[in-house]
């Protein structure tokens, strides 16, 4: 059912976030390089920013540019158009493992533990939610709901709302570590994966975590999910160098996608995403970008 089309690479160290825009996507790599990626021109990805010696874990994009976590913990506010407005805030401890934008308003999940909001028009923090003793590694936004999801190194998944920044819910889901997090497009699942190689559905309708179904999904961790927009897929991305493709509504497994047999990765899938209802692309430690044409049958 994914087939691929197209291969991207030029990064020199492992790539660990892909983030859609209008014209393509970007990529945030550990070579400190931020690339814009041009969806008609597989040839040609232009470096946006970098940071030196920095390595870049997180990116997400906002009206007004591009914010970008790094290994160090430092949130990297980015103009790519007006680099003099360039400013890098030295926040969390132990690394930004995850950001989101919600509005006008930019999510920070780090080391530390803490949950930060922050405003894109001042780029800078307005307020902070300790959650965990220990890393947060995977933020979710459910807008139907106006909620976050938010994945920890303790184990647990929290729900946060976002109105009033306080935690709704939380639930053990993947020992020892919850790496990958995304909500159905109406908001009454969640899906969720971890170092124990599992995926697990939550029904979160009436604003608790209640497990439904959980699986052995991967040989290894399951370090991103991606929701197809239509809500009947889900496609996993796994330190096994596998990617694989389910149905929602009972997890069964639909596709496989290997080294060997279908040209996919030969090293960790960090991450990936949906760019619409026909492609998927897929990143990780092998430093390429391969994308896939979803072909229903």
Known sequence: MLVRSNQRSGHRAAIYDLKPDRHG????????????????DVDFGRVVAT????????LTTTSEGLVAGSLDGGVHWLYPDVTEKNRHVAHHRHGTFCLLTVGEEVY???????????????ARSL???????????????????DRLAVGSSDGKIYLVDRAGFCLIDSAPAHPPSVFALAFSPDGKHLFAGGRDAGLSRWD?????????????????????????????YLATAS?????????????QLLKVIEVVRDRGHVNSVNTL?????????????????????????
Not at 25 to 40: K, P, T
Not at 240 to 247: E, F, G, N, Q, S
Not at 273 to 293: M, S
């Open 25 to 40: 996507f970007y990529s945030a790599a550990a070579d400190g390089f931020l690339v814009h990626w041009h969806r008609e």
């Open 273 to 297: 995403c949906w760019l619409d209802e026909q492609t998927l692309i897929t990143a990780g430690d092998d430093r390429r970008i391969l994308e896939w044409e979803l072909v229903v049958r």
């Open 51 to 58: 940071v030196e010696g920095g390595k870049f874990l997180s």
């Open 127 to 145: 307020e902070s939610l300790p959650l965990s003793p220990n890393s947060l590694r995977r933020l979710a936004y459910d807008a139907a709901h």
């Open 239 to 251: 330190r096994d160098k596998t990617v694989k493709l389910w149905r929602t509504t009972d997890l």
């Open 108 to 122: 920070s999940a780090g080391g530390d533990g803490v949950l930060t909001r922050w405003s894109v028009p001042q």
């Open 204 to 232: 979160v309708s009436d604003g608790t975590l209640k497990l439904q179904q959980k699986i052995t999904a991967h040989l290894m961790t399951v370090n991103a999910i991606a929701v197809h927009p239509t809500g009947e």
